[in-house]
């Protein structure tokens, strides 16, 4: 079970979506995970990832004390995985998110020969999932699935709110906050990769995925822009 299982979509929609947890069992081997756990964020980092996090201290990109109203105009929106990595003191859950299969398919192959002796997690769709476990010679342990939204469904917010939001899987971007960025995008007050980089501030655990977002955002423009025509 991880607090990813419940993102909004479709297979197709997490094509560009894996994330990969790591996480000891408490009172059995987490005494001596922490170094194992800065080891695969180290490993993680080597592959390119678009968010790094721990559910500690959140991800790459993340919230300021220092802050001014016009901080927002000219803050660096570069993630910071170093400061992920530097900044874990204490075992938890630790997260890698990358948005292409094939960086996804050789960090779990190489996760597997270090043998760091604890619990992975992969959280994309099934189909995915299999193919990183095939690609690093291991069978699927289990799955998890999620029977997604029952009851009034027709007061949801918009698929593309849904998708946003649900990328926080403590559910710490609103809806509320991911249709505002959704209209600033199609208003053009913001590009999507300054939105989803307020969003994914907002992401206590790192497990957001900002090239998810982004893509999800321009097809939310390109949808308005169908629909006015």
């Known amino acids: ?91 938890t859950t630790c997260a890698a998110v990358f948005d292409n299969k094939v960086a996804a398919e050789d960090f779990v192959k190489r996760i597997r020969e270090e043998d760091l002796g604890m619990s992975i997690n992969i959280s994309t769709s ?13 069978p699927r342990h289990s799955v998890g699935y999620s029977l997604g939204f029952e009851g009034a469904t027709e007061k949801l917010p918009s698929s593309q709110v849904m998708m946003l939001s649900t990328m926080c899987g403590h559910g710490m971007v609103s809806h509320s906050l991911a249709k505002k960025m959704v209209d600033w995008v199609k208003e053009g007050r913001r590009t999507p990769e300054e939105a989803v980089c307020y969003m994914a501030r907002f992401c206590s655990c790192g497990v957001f995925n900002p090239a998810r977002a982004a893509r999800v955002l321009k097809m939310a423009v390109n949808q308005e822009s169908a629909n006015a025509k």
Not at 42 to 67: C, F, T, W
Not at 72 to 87: E, L, M, T, Y
Not at 126 to 138: E, F, L, R, S, T
């Open 126 to 138: 099934i189909d995915g999932a299999d193919q990183c476990c095939h690609h690093a010679g291991i």
């Open 1 to 91: 079970m991880t607090n990813t299982l419940h993102r909004f979509g479709d297979a197709d929609s997490f094509r560009d979506d894996y994330v990969i947890f790591a996480i000891a069992s408490k009172g059995a081997n987490d005494g001596d995970s922490l170094p194992k756990l800065r080891r695969f964020l180290q490993i993680a980092a080597e592959y390119h990832p678009v968010n790094l996090g721990d559910a500690r201290h959140g991800g790459a990109l993340r919230p300021s004390k220092e802050m001014n109203p016009m901080a927002h105009w000219n803050r660096d929106n570069k993630p910071d995985f170093q400061a992920v990595i530097d900044g874990l003191d204490t075992p």
